[in-house]
């Protein structure tokens, strides 16, 4: 809870007291004690951890066949879409701009990697008035091993401040605003080497030919 300059000290009252080692102060207040001072800086423990992970650069040994589900789930799609017409016509306007804006490549040549391939499917929402159609990734699709590229992923930390920090900073100017990154995660380049973990399929049509994209 953040408190104003303006009420802070009316809110103090008389009893406050100094603990031990003299660096904390318990200050009551009309909420209760309230601890400030300073803290030890010195470190008097040190920490080491070490994982090891011969595999991470052996994702194709881990996952398995995934190319005939995507296009079993791709099959799906168009099923939906030849008895939706403003459907379909958003479905292919996202995935042309997916195109226009280079956030996916044609694949040409075969090769004999052991690609991952992407499911994906879409929420239509008609009785909104801005965004109608989303489409959606599903990396946790699993092959044939049982593995999806999400479940061979290792998590990391989080990259967010806490809610408290947040809150607080937000306060601290006179005037805060708030925006958003257009596509932000879709701008993320993604290494050459690992592309065809992102591999999706596509077609214009209900008919072949299906075509192959790297993402």
């Not at 398995?64 to 995507?70: D, H, K, Q, T, W």
């Not at 799906?76 to 479905?91: D, E, P």
């Not at 306060?171 to 592309?195: C, E, G, N, W």
Request: glycine share 4%.
């Amino acid at each position: 809870m953040s408190i104003g300059s303006d009420i802070f000290f009316d809110s103090l009252k008389a009893d406050k007291i100094r603990l031990a080692n003299g660096n904390l102060i318990l200050q009551e207040s009309e909420l209760g004690y309230v601890v400030s001072g300073k803290l030890p800086t010195e470190v008097t423990f040190s920490y080491c951890w070490v994982a090891v992970e011969t595999n991470l650069d052996n994702a194709d040994s881990v996952l398995g066949v995934s190319r005939e589900n995507a296009v079993k789930r791709l099959n799906g799609i168009w099923n939906k879409l030849n008895k939706n017409n403003t459907l379909a016509t958003l479905y292919k306007a996202f995935m042309q701009e997916y195109l226009d804006l280079g956030h996916m490549q044609q694949i040409i040549d075969e090769d004999n990697t052991k690609s991952y391939y992407i499911p994906h499917h879409c929420i239509y929402k008609p009785e909104r008035t801005t965004t109608l159609l989303r489409a959606v990734f599903d990396a946790s699709a699993k092959t044939s091993t049982g593995q999806s590229l999400n479940s061979i992923l290792l998590n990391g930390g989080s990259i967010q401040d806490d809610l408290f920090s947040l809150v607080n900073r937000f306060r601290t100017h006179k005037y805060p605003f708030s925006a958003d990154i257009q596509k932000m995660y879709r701008q993320i380049l993604v290494q050459l080497s690992q592309r065809y973990l992102q591999r999706i399929v596509w077609k214009e049509t209900n008919n072949p030919p299906i075509k192959r994209w790297n993402r």
